[in-house]
């Protein structure tokens, strides 16, 4: 038995949005294990970004509990929360969000900039995984000079530079073609065959299924948790 | 936030920034510089002019109260010198009706009694004034001949380059003896030594004993005050006995259909006194003596010690204005940066966003635009600098001021600009920090 990577124990976010409390999560448990590839879908408005937040430690739940890799994340302070962030989560978007000013390689190398690693070797690291999602070729380009697909492996490959627990896509295929779509998912299929715990919001059922679990939200609850 | 919060965090980042994170920020801070070069150069020119006027007026105003400053000096700080001064115009023209002789001025008595009776004064110095044509063979000259005595060199701090300066011996004998000012040589002599030579003046041939020092600027305390772009004027030196038995007492000046006739004794008397701390109240009764005596006010008394004094005054009033000046465009310049980071980091949220997504700690960020600011505001300072120490020099070549760059004005003025980008950073990068990195990334 694998050991739990992410450990949701009823936790409920509440936004306050001027006199009316928003209750976005309602008390919501899960665990997945490590090598999991679990797919997060539901309509919106049910709380998938809010949880995908939670996920992303870049909020705190209001109450409950989060444990990822067995550490208590859900009190910690903005520094260690960064921290964590930086160590330990790979961050997929669906505008892919690359810094339009570097080059390739300098976006790959970002999350390591923040761990004080030496130079040299954040180089060696990014361009070893620029290989890994084909664009060795285009290290020194600037990402609008790129097509949608090759930003979002781009976006893959700085997910990977850290070698996070969890990688967290949000809807990675939803600006992209069906082709491109196509080669994304097949490389989120290879991460997850070497063992990747990966974690993947989408509304797109046909994504959705390549996921061996999908939890499904409504209304700020868990609908449904199913194996495919 | 409050004001310890901001310093305790200042502190801390700065414990915790090593210098190769320092490196990189600052190669990534010029890259984002550098990538709006013109805004970047458009924001900077506030700072760049402010440094640059203060250096530039500070070496302008420097060279210039340094020059006031030599002249009075060379007049001699120990030194009063009173001065006949021609009475106004309806005194003498009450009196001309009864005399052709219009009589003014210090008197021998006025010297006299000075010297007897006035504690602290070591040795006065009279000088008689006449001006006339000088000539060798056919080259004439329009000369001062000043008529003094032996120890004029000493109290005028102004010394003989060749030959020698007259004796007593000469002022008892009424030699017909002059030294030459070095300005008028070339004129006279251009070709040979005027040492040995004669010169005539009038209808008297006086021998040239010697040649005093250049002189950039004329010693005479109006000088000091009023225009200096004269030229120097030419002087020749006389013993005053001497010119006493030429010219006698009165002078005759003949101008186109009238004719003016002066009695002065002495033009110029200059009182040394035996230490600085003395020298105003020596002022005060050398005062009293020439209200007593004199009915008309017909001299004037010039102190160069009040009057470096007063120079130096002025000189820190002038500073202040143009501290103020610098201040007030400096904190222009800083607002000036401050507006343009707090639009940069408007439009860079998203980046700051991935950034705090990626890892990046809230005081990652602050470093990030704290040294973009104040490489922004370095940089300007460092061309405000170097234009600043140009323009001296551009000032000095086409308009002949003298300039004077001190060391510590470009210091100043740069340590400055470096603290602006520090002082109006802070806020722009506290407040990037400060975002929540769940908005900003949704920023659009």
Known sequence: MASSIVQFDNVRKTYQMGP????????????????????????SGCGKSTLLNLLGCLDRPSTGRYLLGGEDVSGMDDDSLS??????????????????????????????????????????????????????????HKPFELSGGQQQRVAIARALVNDPLVILADEPTGNLDSSSGVDIMKIFDELHAQGKTLILVTHDPGVGKRAQRTIRLRDGHIESDVRN | ???????????????????????????????????????????????????????AMLAIGEGASYEAQEQIKSLGSQNIIIRSVKPPDDQKASQGSQSYVLQYGVTYTDADQIQATIPGVMVTLPVRDIHDYVWNISRRVDCDIVGTVPWYTSMRNYRVARGRFFTENDMAARSSVCVLGAEMVPSLFPLESPLGKHVRVGGDYYQ?????????????????????????????????????????????????????????????????????????????????????????????????????????????IFNIVLGSIAAISLLVGGIGIMNIMLASVTERTREIGIRRALGARRRDIVTQFLIETVMLSGIGGIMGVLLGVTIPFVVSHFAGMRTIITLWSPLLAFTISGLVGVVFGIYPAIRAANMDPVEALRHE
């Open chain 1, 83 to 140: 921290a964590i962030r930086g160590a330990r989560l790979g961050f997929i978007f669906q505008s892919y969000n690359l810094i339009q000013q570097l080059t390739v390689i300098e976006n790959i190398e970002i999350p390591l900039y923040y761990q004080d690693r030496p130079e040299a070797e954040c180089r060696e690291i990014a361009h070893r995984l620029a290989a890994r999602v084909g664009l060795d070729h285009r290290l020194a």
């Open chain 2, 208 to 316: 040239v004993i010697g040649v005093m020092e250049t002189r950039g600027h004329d010693a005479t305390p109006a000088d000091a005050t009023a225009s200096k772009d004269k030229p120097a004027a030419f002087r020749m030196f006389v013993p005053l006995e001497t010119i006493k038995m030429r010219y006698g007492e009165i002078l005759m000046r003949r101008r186109s259909g009238s004719f003016e006739a002066e009695r002065v004794q002495l033009h110029e008397l200059t009182v040394k006194v035996d230490s600085l701390d003395k020298v105003t109240t020596v002022a005060e009764a050398i005062k009293t003596v020439m209200e007593h005596n004199h009915k008309k006010k017909d001299y004037q008394i010039d102190v160069p010690l009040e009057m470096l004094r007063r120079a130096e005054r002025t000189k820190q």
């Open chain 2, 1 to 55: 936030m409050s004001e310890t919060k901001v310093q305790s965090g200042l502190r801390k980042f700065l414990h915790e920034l090593t210098l190769a994170q320092l490196q990189r920020a600052m190669r990534l801070g010029f890259r984002s510089l550098w990538q709006h070069r013109l805004r970047s150069l458009l924001t900077v020119l506030g700072i760049v002019f402010g440094v640059c006027s203060v250096i």
């Open chain 1, 20 to 43: 009316v409390t928003v209750e976005a999560l309602r008390g919501v448990s899960f665990d997945i294990k490590a090598g999991e590839y679990v797919s997060i879908m539901g309509p």
